[in-house]
């Protein structure tokens, strides 16, 4: 079976720009997760969203945004970028909103110039 | 707010041996999850293993354990007969049970290396 499969792997962008990055979830996920992990520390939480509505938000401004769409895949978006955004960002998905088991995809590595 | 605390930034181990690495935690909930991510250089983090706070037995998978002191807050990790395979960034996760949403918490992790 396909693990969660995160597009594109690496994107470089300027400071201002807008990003969009997507995750697809196991087959059968019904709930997404989103981390930021920055160099050298641990995932911070984002957003986490399970049968398309969003279950909860983490502390980052409103400039990230993100949707579940009816397949359960996910974009991340982020306008404005900052210098601050690089890092790599994590999708996650689990079976359902409490599933204690997250499993994680292969991140986007985000550089902002 | 739970934090979640790895003070070891990188710790390294002979092939073979034992190591340890440590977290300590703070929350005032008496029921939660507990968890040690694995984070290879190819970045796909992956679940060693898993502690739920109201069992007190140690959780064990093949070669890792762990100590959970719910008292003290601390949960660390051992790996028995290290690999080279080991090597890689762990992370020690908190995970509520109550509140709106599974988040987890994440410490700053520990680099591990494996001397061959």
Known sequence: DAGVTQSPTHLIKTRGQHVTLRCSPISGHKSVSWYQQVLGQGPQFIFQYYEKEERGRGN?????????????????????LLLGDSALYLCASSLGQWDYEQYFGPGTRLTVT | AQTVTQSQPEMSVQEAETV???????????DYYLFWYKQPPSRQMILV??????????????????????AAKSFSLKISDSQLGDAAMYFCAYRTLT???????FGKGITLSVRP
Do not use: H, W
């Open chain 2, 99 to 105: 509140g709106a949403n599974s988040k987890l918490t």
């Open chain 2, 20 to 30: 340890t690495l440590s977290c300590t935690y703070d929350t005032s909930e008496s």
């Open chain 1, 60 to 80: 980052f401004p409103d400039r990230f945004s993100a949707r579940q769409f009816p397949n359960y895949s996910s974009e991340l978006n982020v306008n404005a």
């Open chain 2, 49 to 70: 293993i898993r502690q739920e706070a109201y069992k007190q037995q140690n959780a064990t998978e093949n070669r890792f354990s762990v100590n959970f002191q719910k």
